[in-house]
């Protein structure tokens, strides 16, 4: 649960500073620049902040997490999908800006850290 809310904290503050830019408490010292990434062309998909979707996505993973019935068996394999293709955009967006978000890559990290558990989750409740 603490990589949850992480995720969950850590997406609200982006989703946030999306919408109500503010001095960002982020270095900006050389290839770690919150700043650039958050307002690179990368930084929204059809006009959706990328952090709102992790918040999003967090806050879904959480009813995941909690509900354990059948819904949430057939859904959480789908979600741990689209977590690991959003950490994948994240770190290649990164790369092509040629910064780093401390923020974005901690949501990342937190994001592949919960898929991990949720598939070892979801290993074990398939061997009872």
């Known amino acids: 649960m603490l990589f949850a809310f992480v995720a969950l904290v850590d997406s609200f503050y982006l989703s946030v500073e999306h919408f109500y830019p ?5 270095p900006n010292a050389g290839i770690i ?4 990434v958050l307002t690179s ?5 059809f006009g959706i902040p990328i952090a709102f979707l ?5 806050v879904v993973l959480l009813y995941i997490f909690a509900s354990r019935n059948g819904t949430s068996s057939f859904l959480a394999p789908i979600w741990y999908m689209i977590g690991i293709l959003a950490v ?5 967006a990164q ?3 040629g910064k780093i978000c401390i923020y974005c890559t901690t949501l990342d990290i937190s994001i592949i850290i919960l898929v991990l558990i949720g598939i070892f989750a979801l290993k074990l409740h398939d061997r009872k």
């Open 22 to 26: 503010g001095v960002l408490a982020c």
């Open 33 to 36: 620049d919150c700043a650039t």
């Open 41 to 45: 062309g990368y930084s929204s998909i």
């Open 54 to 58: 992790g918040f999003a996505w967090s």
């Open 88 to 92: 994948i955009y994240s770190f290649s």
């Open 95 to 97: 790369y092509l800006i």
